[in-house]
C-alpha cells in the first residue's frame, strides 16, 4: 500500500464542476447542491485499506452532517480495467453494505479527480455555500495499523466551524491514502512521480 498525500488544492479554490452517474443509475451533479450550507467532495473507492479504514465513521460523519444541511458526495475515479472491484457494480454493493446516505459517482475518465487535483483514496474536499474550498485535508489522525481511534476529528471541526458561519483554521494536515489508480500513460501531472 503506497502512502500517498493529497495535493492541497489552494483554499478559496471554487469547486470544479461535475457531471457524473450515481450508483442508481441517475446523473448527479454540483448544481445539485446549489443551496447546501456547504459541499463535502470525497474522493474514495471501495478496495483501499485507507478507505476501509475510516469507512464505518465516514457513514457516521454523513448521516450527522447530511442533517445539518451539509451536501456530501463520494466520487470514485480508480482504473477498473485494473482495480475491477472499484467498478459501479461494485460501488452499488459498498454504498448499501457501508449504509453510505450519500450519492456515490463513478468517474470513468478521470477528469474530475484531475479538477480537482485528487491524489489519494481518501481525499477530502469541503467547500462552502458559494463553493469556495475551506478545508482540503485528513480525516484525522488515525491511519491503518495504528491505536489511534477513527473520530473523523479534523473533518468534523471544519465541518462545524463551516456550519457556524466561523472561519475554518487554515494549519490542515493533508490527507494519507491510497494513490488514485490512474489509468496507464494518463497520471496528472501534479501526480508524484509524473
Same mark, same amino acid.
Given at each position: 500500500?503506497?502512502?500517498?498525500?493529497?495535493?492541497?488544492?489552494? =483554499?478559496?479554490?471554487?469547486?470544479?464542476?461535475?457531471? =457524473?452517474?450515481?450508483?442508481?443509475?441517475?446523473?448527479?451533479?454540483?448544481?445539485?447542491?446549489?443551496?447546501?450550507?456547504? =459541499?463535502l467532495?470525497?474522493? %474514495?473507492?471501495?478496495?483501499?485499506?485507507?478507505?476501509?479504514?475510516?469507512?464505518?465513521?465516514?457513514? /457516521?460523519f454523513?448521516?450527522?452532517?447530511?442533517?445539518?444541511?451539509?451536501?456530501?458526495?463520494?466520487?470514485?475515479?480508480?482504473?477498473?480495467?485494473?482495480?475491477? /472491484?472499484?467498478?459501479?457494480e461494485?460501488?452499488?454493493?459498498?454504498?448499501?453494505?457501508?449504509?453510505?446516505?450519500?450519492?456515490?459517482l463513478?468517474?470513468?475518465?478521470?477528469?474530475?479527480?484531475?479538477?480537482?487535483?485528487?491524489?489519494?483514496?481518501?481525499?477530502?474536499?469541503?467547500?462552502?455555500?458559494?463553493?469556495?474550498?475551506?478545508?482540503?485535508?485528513?480525516?484525522?489522525?488515525?491511519?491503518?495499523?495504528?491505536?489511534?481511534?477513527?473520530?473523523?476529528?479534523?473533518?468534523?471541526?471544519?465541518?462545524?466551524?463551516?456550519?457556524?458561519? %466561523?472561519?475554518?483554521?487554515?494549519?490542515?494536515?493533508?490527507?494519507?491514502?491510497?494513490?488514485?489508480?490512474?489509468?496507464?500513460?494518463?497520471?496528472?501531472?501534479y501526480?508524484?512521480?509524473?
Amino acid at each position: 500500500m503506497v502512502r500517498t498525500a493529497s495535493t492541497m488544492l489552494p =483554499l478559496g479554490s471554487p469547486a470544479p464542476d461535475f457531471s =457524473l452517474p450515481n450508483v442508481d443509475g441517475k446523473t448527479v451533479s454540483l448544481a445539485d447542491f446549489q443551496g447546501k450550507a456547504g =459541499l463535502l467532495v470525497v474522493f %474514495m473507492c471501495n478496495h483501499c485499506p485507507f478507505v476501509i479504514h475510516v469507512r464505518s465513521q465516514l457513514a /457516521q460523519f454523513a448521516k450527522e452532517y447530511s442533517d445539518k444541511g451539509l451536501g456530501i458526495v463520494g466520487i470514485s475515479s480508480n482504473d477498473v480495467v485494473e482495480y475491477p /472491484q472499484d467498478g459501479p457494480e461494485a460501488m452499488k454493493v459498498e454504498h448499501a453494505s457501508a449504509g453510505y446516505v450519500f450519492p456515490y459517482l463513478y468517474d470513468a475518465t478521470q477528469s474530475v479527480a484531475k479538477a480537482y487535483r485528487a491524489a489519494c483514496t481518501p481525499d477530502f474536499f469541503l467547500f462552502d455555500r458559494d463553493l469556495r474550498l475551506v478545508y482540503r485535508g485528513q480525516f484525522d489522525d488515525s491511519r491503518p495499523k495504528t491505536d489511534i481511534p477513527v473520530t473523523g476529528s479534523d473533518l468534523r471541526s471544519a465541518a462545524d466551524a463551516l456550519l457556524a458561519g %466561523m472561519p475554518v483554521v487554515a494549519d490542515q494536515k493533508p490527507s494519507i491514502g491510497c494513490n488514485i489508480k490512474w489509468k496507464a500513460g494518463s497520471e496528472p501531472d501534479y501526480f508524484p512521480g509524473t
